[in-house]
């Protein structure tokens, strides 16, 4: 039922996100933007209870909300083995993400964005253990609520591509966007 319910939020916040983007309040625009990104997990949040970090792949993409606003449904992906307890995780956490664009307020030029913002979401994971294991298949239970800010810049390759850094609270990421 738990997942249920939280395949029904993350459905929601996406149809809502695709409803706001149907019309664009900003000149420059950052939606409809298509970001794909290499990450570090870190100490904090879900990604706390692995005890090291794990390269992240992520995925999102943005539509306008309002002017220097966006929200970007994302779904990344992350695998680990655990040699001690014999077992593989492999963790799919999916939310929103809402970005505020400070290039107004910092006079960047068009080549560059920069922007703060903040992710909510939830994980969903799974466990394997190895074969003709016998042993305890007990493993670290942990809230798969995910609550992240971020502080991030964009340069414009060209009019189609960028490059980006996310730093994060719990995954920061280098990646390109495509518009």
Do not use: C
């Not at 939310?95 to 909510?120: E, R």
């Not at 340069?155 to 995954?171: E, I, K, M, Q, R």
């Amino acid at each position: 039922m738990k997942k249920i319910t939280l395949s029904l939020l993350l459905a929601l916040m996406i149809s809502g996100a695709g409803a706001f983007a149907q019309k664009s309040y900003s000149s420059e625009g950052h939606g409809h933007t298509l970001n794909l990104g290499l990450g570090v997990g870190g100490y904090y949040g879900y990604y706390n209870h692995v005890g090291h970090s794990l390269p992240v792949l992520n995925i999102n993409y943005e539509f306008d909300v309002a002017r220097n606003f966006t929200l970007a449904p994302f779904v990344s992906i992350y695998s680990y083995r655990n040699d001690n307890d014999h077992y593989r995780e492999t963790i799919l956490p999916l939310g929103v993400k809402g970005t505020y664009y400070l290039d107004q307020a910092l006079n960047a030029g068009s080549a560059w964005d920069f922007y703060l913002a903040g992710s909510l979401g939830f994980a969903l994971r799974t466990a394997t253990w190895d074969n003709g294991y016998e042993g305890e298949t007990y493993y670290q239970d942990v809230s798969p609520l995910i609550l992240d800010l971020h502080l991030g810049a964009e340069y414009h390759l060209s009019n189609s591509v960028g490059l980006f850094l996310d730093l994060s609270t719990g995954v920061s990421t280098l990646g390109l966007s495509f518009r």
